[in-house]
């Protein structure tokens, strides 16, 4: 996705589409995700790798509880990663992030990733120009692991616009249901907006080597939902899994 320019992409969906018939496409992608989950469950030759990474507000917690809520939570797990421990700052950046992959069968949601070591310590000068050109290429050599050891990693950024953010961290503050998500560092995070859009960018045209990035419209949620439950199911889809039938009497 070299040179993109998130400014030029659309956060909405087009006019066309139908809201409550992309709603009822999505309920039968979430229910195909249980069935497919289940078969790489069984079979156990694969596993999935699902990045979220997005703005603050982008809809990442609304996204697993919507499009995975079907999945049995014994071959589905979520993993958020947030602002590293002491002795997770003693050790390389991916050490925290290389545990958290999915074993064969398993499919691991990260609500943020391993990026945000190339975002929020680029943003506000915590590393150099030098270590991000570094880390990139860790990144990209870490997900080639992955993928030659049978993992999918499939990477969404949810791009939402800078006035649906604000309208969202406003409700934050006002619906007593959605205060306790409100953290007062989210709108200081957005004073930076540009430097944000500018490092997602640097991402996508330097770490896709191994696996793509797909920008997803995140100003409506069946929209954005839409999207990512239907490349799951295509990226399942393709294994051509079956089932593992009776083990031998003697195994």
């Known amino acids: 996705m070299a040179s993109i320019k998130l400014k030029t992409v659309d956060t909405r969906a087009p006019k066309k589409l139908n809201k409550e018939t992309i709603k009822k496409e999505t309920q039968k992608l979430k229910f195909k995700i249980e069935e497919l989950q289940n078969l790489l469950y ?3 030759k694969h596993a999935m790798l699902v990045v979220l990474q997005g703005m603050d507000a982008s809809g990442k917690d609304g996204t697993i509880r919507n499009v995975f809520g079907a999945a049995n939570p014994m071959g589905c797990r979520v993993v958020a990663f947030k602002k590293p421990t002491e002795l997770e700052m003693k050790h390389d950046f991916l050490w925290r992030v290389h545990s958290q992959v999915p074993e064969k069968g398993m499919i ?11 975002l929020i310590q680029r943003v506000h000068n915590w590393v150099d120009a030098k270590t991000i050109k570094q880390r990139f ?8 692991l992955l993928v030659e050891n049978n993992t999918v990693v499939i990477k969404f950024y949810l791009h939402i616009s800078k006035e649906e953010q604000l309208g969202r961290l406003q409700e934050r503050m006002s619906d ?18 540009d430097s944000y859009m500018k490092a997602y960018e640097d991402v996508f045209a330097n770490c896709e080597e191994a696996a793509k990035w797909q920008v997803i419209p995140a100003d409506q949620n069946w929209y954005k939902e839409y999207l990512i439950a239907q490349r799951v199911v295509e990226e399942l889809e ?3 899994m079956k089932f593992p039938g009776l083990k031998p009497a003697n195994s």
């Open 108 to 118: 691991h949601i990260f609500n943020r990733s391993h990026y945000e070591d190339v």
């Open 238 to 240: 393709a294994l051509k």
């Open 176 to 193: 007593p249901a959605k205060m306790w998500k409100y953290n007062e560092q989210d709108l200081q995070e957005r004073e930076e907006w």
């Open 137 to 144: 290429a860790h990144i990209n050599n870490f997900e080639k």
């Open 42 to 44: 069984a079979e156990g």
